[in-house]
């Protein structure tokens, strides 16, 4: 079993829905970062987080570390979010690498 | 403009044959790291170094080398003993337990 699991695997939605991308991880972490991977296989980071919110533009990323678990809000989602969004944590004690999700695919449809 | 570069984008290899991807960033980082990515799993660990002339084995180091002779530099080599080595390979920076910055990544087909 991964150490990190994400939610759902893919989601296809409507211009200005609001989108929720759900991240758990099963050991302790140091870290929890959230990455934006585009068609051409580049990855952006969008966020990382060792507890509670960080908002950067319509993005939210949330942590709850006793429940294990992040979220990913995307508020009046656009068609340019259309992306592969992948959740990443630092394992405590762990490789200075990320344990990475398998990511949630994600469309926004005009 | 600072930043992460990999080169080639596209590589293709004979089976058998040693192939060294190449990464560098000019964002005075210490530790560099490189990642595999396969169709339906999420990326995976190599190496990686968090100082000149050091280096860590990640989850997936069989069938890989790695040097770190100069800051900027950490340079992939894909050996002939990695039994599938066609996929998606990406190399990241960052100062220590802070945010990485990812490169572009060299989609490598072994033919």
């Known amino acids: 079993k991964n150490e990190v699991e994400q939610s759902p695997q893919n989601l296809t939605a409507q211009e200005g829905e609001f989108i929720t991308i759900n991240c758990s991880y099963s050991?302790?972490?140091?870290?929890l970062h959230w990455l934006q991977q585009h068609p051409g296989g580049g990855i952006v980071s969008l966020f990382m987080?060792?507890?509670g919110k960080k908002k950067h533009g319509r993005l939210i990323a949330t942590i709850n570390i006793q429940e294990k678990h992040s979220s990913l809000h995307i508020t009046a989602s656009h068609p340019r979010d259309s992306a592969v969004y992948i959740c990443?944590?630092?394992?405590?004690?762990?490789?200075?690498?990320?344990?990475f999700g398998k990511g949630t695919h994600l469309i926004i449809q005009p | 403009d600072g930043g992460i570069t990999q080169s080639p984008k596209y590589l293709f290899r004979k089976e058998g044959q040693n192939v060294t991807l190449s990464c560098e960033q000019n964002?005075?980082?210490?530790?560099m790291y490189w990642y595999r990515q396969d169709p339906g799993q999420g990326l995976r660990l190599i190496y990686y170094?968090?100082?000149?002339?050091?280096?860590q084995k990640g989850d997936i180091a069989e069938g890989y080398s790695v040097s770190r002779e100069k800051k900027e530099s950490f340079p992939l080599t894909v050996t002939s003993a990695q039994k599938n080595p066609t996929a998606f390979y990406l190399c990241?920076?960052?100062?220590?337990?802070?945010?990485?910055?990812f490169g572009p990544g060299t989609r490598l087909t072994v033919l």
């Open positions: 987080l060792s507890s």
């Open positions: 964002l005075n980082h210490d530790a």
């Open positions: 990443a944590a630092r394992i405590r004690g762990g490789a200075d690498g990320l344990t």
């Open positions: 050991v302790g972490i140091s870290a």
């Open positions: 990241a920076s960052s100062i220590f337990w802070t945010e990485q910055f």
């Open positions: 170094s968090q100082i000149v002339n050091d280096f």
